[in-house]
């Protein structure tokens, strides 16, 4: 038996929470499933508010000292946590895969990203700055220092469960604040066996806890919690309108990384096949369950036929299959029966609206277990249908006839979501145009929806607030005070 995890006569784990640097059993335990064949394959801890009152205790015990040393000595962790992550790379991805049904090359995409991320982290140890400013008073200085909030909780959702972890860990630990992370209930493993394997790193007790359970519990708790400085989620817009109300009693910073519905506008003078190839990709990975991804697309009219005779094959192509073991499938099985009745649903509602399925269009009927949806294309929708204006977090393409360039822009920007657009073009003139009038926190011209970790992920309206990665991420974690030094 190990510390973390009991591994009874079915191979059911059950987990533990990482609070004040060591393992804690829970009462009551959350089954986790495996999408593709509906098994439990874990019990995660229900994280109740007495663990989270633990977690901010310890973390307030720690976070002085650790916010007075210097930031490559922080940065150290930061590299010790890339390394087993490396060490391990391929048990967590094989987790990973099993828990939330992600096809293997992906999961291992995911990890390996991630240590890189704690890498990249530990290497802007150096270069965060303060400033010098110019006094008005003789014989004054003036000092502006970038100065640790106190404690970061972060709280993630189950799409990208490891290498969202990293976003939150890793720029609130580098920053000297301590970190308390309140993973998914729907996919506790990955990030539970990370916390088993950085469990002798060295990190003062207190400094980082890993602890999960329902939203409205343990993450209520923590966002409720007084001592809490910074909360930053990535989640749904739902869960951040709780989460500010929680903020709200004490004033708390929050940083939101919320939901999307991404358009993609092809204009008539794009080149088609790369633009079907990208759209496509960018609507099946994952299975569709990618905040960033396209979920709408704008096809200007001269080009509209032969785009969907280019576009039907492709999505047709699509592999779909279980995770772990078909080593060629393109996606598999949506995160749970939750999911898969909420894409079902939408799509039904699509063709009483008026749309048109061209394929799929219904759950998958191909394999005996697990919540298959097929890839599905839908025409003749408008602008006011539900499937152009609500995430649908599936393998859902609906795709919309424009008249114009300018009507595919007022189209795009007619969302209460603003987090991720692209625009298929070869004139520089729209993509200037698209830099200034597509009003979201990312664009991508020419290419798939994916963001680098030395950008800025944010989303406009009710995509979120605040961002993360890049230099610009550390600034979330950090508050500026100025010092007036007169000198006698
Ligand atoms: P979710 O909102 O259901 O849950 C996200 C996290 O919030 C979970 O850990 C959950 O337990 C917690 N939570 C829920 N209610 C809470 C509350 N009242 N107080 C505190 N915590 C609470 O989202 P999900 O289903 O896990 O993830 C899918 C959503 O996340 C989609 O909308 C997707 O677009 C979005 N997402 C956004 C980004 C981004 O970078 N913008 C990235 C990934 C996912």
């Not at 064949?37 to 009152?53: C, H, N, S, Y």
């Not at 990293?166 to 539970?192: D, F, H, Q």
């Not at 859902?396 to 209460?416: C, R, Y």
């Not at 992920?457 to 030094?485: N, P």
Request: with cysteine; charged share 25%; aromatic share 8%.
């Amino acid at each position: 038996m190990s510390d973390l995890s009991t591994i009874t006569g079915n191979q059911v784990k059950t987990y533990q929470q990482f609070i004040a640097g060591s393992f804690s059993s829970s009462a009551d335990h959350i089954e986790v499933l495996n999408p593709c064949t509906e098994e439990v394959i874990a019990l995660a801890p229900r994280g109740t508010k007495d663990d989270a009152d633990r977690a901010v205790a310890a973390a307030k015990a720690a976070q002085t000292e650790w916010g007075l040393r210097p930031s490559v000595e922080r940065a150290e962790y930061l590299k010790k946590m890339a390394q087993v992550i490396r060490e391990n790379r391929v048990f967590l991805a094989e987790t990973l895969s099993t828990e939330q049904a992600k096809v293997m090359g992906l999961a291992q995409v995911e990890i390996d990203v991630t240590a890189v991320y704690f890498d990249y982290y530990a290497g802007l140890a150096r270069s965060y700055e303060g400033e010098i400013i110019q006094s008005d008073r003789p014989n004054e200085q003036m000092m502006l220092h970038k100065l640790p909030i106190g404690i970061a909780v972060g709280i993630t959702p189950w799409n990208f469960p490891f290498f969202v972890m990293a976003r939150k860990i890793a720029p609130s630990l580098l920053t000297g604040n301590a970190c308390i992370v309140k993973i998914s209930e729907e996919t506790p493993m990955v990030c539970m066996e990370f916390a088993r394997l950085i469990e002798n790193i060295g990190l003062p007790a207190g400094i980082l806890s890993i602890v999960t359970g329902y939203g409205h519990e343990i993450g209520q708790a923590l966002t409720e919690n007084p001592d809490v400085g910074i909360i930053s989620l990535t989640g749904s817009v739902v869960a951040g309108q709780k989460v500010m109300e929680a903020a709200a009693k004490n004033i708390t910073k929050v940083s939101l990384e919320l939901g999307g519905k991404a358009p993609a506008i092809v204009c008539k003078d794009a080149d088609l096949d790369l633009a079907v190839k990208a759209i496509v990709a960018s609507r099946v990975i994952f299975s569709g369950q990618v905040c960033n991804c396209a979920e709408r697309v704008y096809v200007e009219e001269e080009v509209y036929d032969e785009f969907m005779t280019k576009l039907l094959p492709a999505m047709k192509a699509v592999r779909v299959g279980d995770a772990r073991t078909d080593d060629k499938a393109d996606m598999s099985a949506q995160i749970n029966s939750t999911q898969l009745m909420k894409v079902d649903q939408m799509v039904k509602r699509a063709v009483e609206e008026g749309g048109e399925v061209l394929l799929g269009g219904r759950v998958s009927n191909r394999f005996n277990k697990g919540y298959y949806y097929e890839p599905t294309v839908i025409a003749n929708v408008e602008q006011h249908h539900e499937v152009m204006q609500n995430e649908t977090f599936g393998p859902v393409l609906p795709v919309m006839k424009v008249a114009s360039f300018d009507e595919a822009l007022d189209f795009a920007n007619d969302s209460e979501y603003g987090l991720t657009s692209s625009i298929y073009t070869n004139d520089i003139n729209k993509v200037l145009r698209a830099t200034k009038e597509l009003r979201f926190g990312e664009t991508y011209v020419n290419r798939e929806n994916f963001e680098a970790i030395q950008g800025f992920h944010a989303g406009f309206r009710k995509s979120g607030i605040g961002g993360a990665d890049g230099k610009h991420g550390l600034e979330e974690y950090l508050q500026t005070k100025v010092m007036y030094i007169q000198q006698n």
